[in-house]
C-alpha cells in the first residue's frame, strides 16, 4: 500500500518546523508510521549540499585571498543561479531515491519540510529563472513525485524573519526584494494547483495554524488518500 506524502513551504521563519511536529504527533496517534524530513538535507549527500547552499563556497584559491597573507581566511564564493538550481535538484533526486519513495512504498506518512515548490518560488521566483525550467529539472529529478498536499505557510516576510533568532544564511540574507518575489511565486504556485495547496495565514497562533491544518489533513490520514 502507497503511503501519503504531505510538504510544508513558505519563506523562513513562517513556523514550518512547528507544523511539522504537530503533524507528526497527530499522524502517530492515528496509527501511522511517519517519517519526517526535510530540504535541502534530508540525505548524507544531501547535507553536503545544504551547506553550501545555505553557506556558499569557501574558496581557498580566491585571488583575493593571498593578497592577505599566509593562513587568510578564505572568501565565500558565489554560486550562480544556474549551478543553484542543479545543486537542489541533485539533492533531492537523491532524497526522493534514498528516503521518500522507500517510506511511501513501506505505506508510511512522509513529511518534508520543504519540497519541488521551494525550488519554483527561490530559483525561478526570487532568483528569476523560468518556471518552466525548474519545473522540468525538478520533475526529472523526482520522477514526477508530487506530495498529496501542500501546506503553504503565507507571511510577511518582513514579519517571519523577525522570528528568526540566529544569523541568517545565505537564502535569508539575499534582500528584501529577493524575499518578496519568493512569496508571491508560492501564492502563485498554490493558485495555480488549487486541488494540491493550501494557504494558511502563519501570521495568527500556533494553535490555530494547526487547528486549521489539522482539520484539512484529518481526511487524508483517516481515509488513506494516498500519493
Known amino acids: ?54 553557506h556558499g563556497v569557501d ?72 518556471t518552466a525550467e525548474i519545473r522540468t529539472l525538478s520533475m526529472w529529478a523526482t520522477g514526477g513525485l508530487l506530495p498529496v498536499r501542500t501546506y503553504l505557510l503565507d507571511m510577511d516576510p518582513a514579519q517571519s524573519h523577525r522570528r528568526i533568532k540566529r544569523s541568517a544564511d545565505r537564502m535569508e540574507s539575499a534582500g528584501d526584494g529577493f524575499q518578496s518575489r519568493t512569496r508571491q511565486a508560492f501564492l502563485d504556485l498554490a493558485a495555480a494547483e488549487p486541488d494540491r495547496f493550501r494557504v494558511i495565514d502563519a501570521a495568527r497562533p500556533v494553535t490555530a495554524v494547526w487547528e486549521e491544518i489539522r482539520a484539512d489533513v484529518a481526511p487524508l490520514l483517516e481515509t488513506g488518500e494516498r500519493s
Request: proline letters at 4%; one cysteine or more.
Open 59 to 130: 574558496d581557498p584559491l580566491c585571488p583575493n585571498a593571498g593578497d592577505a597573507g599566509e593562513g587568510a581566511a578564505a572568501q565565500a564564493a558565489d554560486i550562480a543561479p544556474r549551478a543553484e538550481a542543479l545543486l537542489f535538484a541533485a539533492d533531492r533526486a537523491q532524497h526522493v531515491a534514498e528516503l521518500i519513495r522507500p517510506a511511501l512504498d513501506r505505506g508510511e506518512v512522509v513529511i518534508t519540510d520543504r519540497y519541488i515548490d521551494s525550488s519554483l518560488a527561490y530559483q525561478a521566483g526570487g532568483r528569476e529563472l523560468t
Open 1 to 54: 500500500m502507497a503511503g501519503v506524502f504531505i510538504s510544508f513551504e513558505g519563506v523562513d521563519g513562517v513556523g514550518k518546523t512547528t507544523q511539522v511536529k504537530h503533524l507528526r504527533a497527530y499522524a502517530r496517534s492515528l496509527g501511522h508510521d511517519v517519517t519526517v524530513t526535510r530540504e535541502p538535507g534530508g540525505t548524507a549527500l544531501g547535507r553536503t549540499i545544504r551547506r553550501l547552499l545555505l
